[in-house]
């Protein structure tokens, strides 16, 4: 099946240090990627959606300037977490739906859990 | 509304016994549903969705727009079906709605 690259697994910065978060598609091109965030025990929530070349749609709620989503090409999509604080900490997840016709599957990665000091 | 609903959080049953996961779905539009799951320590994958009409790991779902479900069955659990299982709904804006998510646990 298709795979998704998510970098780093895990990382920890002290607050307000800007934390940059990478997916892949790696054998597939993801004409769009999502970016979720997951609390303990909780759901996955929707923070935006990203399409390849055009602005990142966010989720109400979701702070644009706070997070910060680029996805500049059919095979990357990065999300910055900037000025980041403790309450920022959370497993943040990505995922890439292929081209139109392929089944409308999301690829998940393996996720980032950030821990803001 | 476009919601899902996933009324247990913790099912807990024994190797060889029946499960059922239960989902229900509020969306308007033709629904296109899906069944991910989560193993421990891995990541989230696609179970099996609707339009395939599929059987994967013994799992069948079935859509009942009647009922608006789409509810996860398999006859006879075994200890690796062990895991967090999400119902998801796709919709006409290509936006994936999942529910809060069903962990199934299966006893020895």
């Known amino acids: 099946g298709a795979v998704v690259s998510q970098h780093p697994s895990r990382v920890i910065c002290k607050s307000g240090t800007s934390v940059k978060i990478e997916c892949r598609s790696l054998?597939?091109?993801?004409?769009?990627m999502f970016w979720y965030r997951q609390f303990p025990k909780k759901s996955l929530m929707l923070m935006a959606t990203s399409n390849e070349g055009s602005k990142a749609t966010y989720e109400q709620g979701v702070e644009k300037d706070k997070f910060l989503i680029n996805h500049a090409s059919l095979t990357l999509s990065t999300l910055t977490v900037t000025s980041a604080h403790p309450e920022d900490s959370s497993f943040y997840i990505c995922?890439?739906?292929?081209?139109?016709?392929?089944?409308?599957?999301?690829?998940f990665g393996a996720g980032t859990r950030l821990s803001v000091l | 509304a476009q919601r899902v609903t996933q009324p247990e959080k913790l099912l807990s049953v024994f190797k060889g016994a029946p499960v059922e996961l239960k989902c229900n779905y509020s969306?308007?539009?033709?629904?296109?549903l899906f069944w991910y799951v989560q193993y421990s320590r891995q990541r989230l994958q696609l179970l099996l969705r609707h339009i395939s009409r599929e059987s994967i790991k013994g799992f069948t779902a079935d859509l009942n727009k009647g009922e608006t479900s789409f509810h996860l069955k398999k006859p006879f659990a075994q200890e690796e079906d062990s895991a967090m299982y999400y119902c998801?709904?796709?919709?006409?804006?290509?936006?994936?709605?999942f529910g809060a998510g069903t962990r199934l646990f299966v006893k020895a």
């Open positions: 054998d597939f091109q993801a004409t769009t």
């Open positions: 998801a709904l796709l919709t006409g804006g290509f936006k994936t709605i």
């Open positions: 969306y308007s539009g033709s629904p296109e």
């Open positions: 995922s890439a739906r292929g081209v139109e016709g392929a089944g409308n599957i999301q690829y």
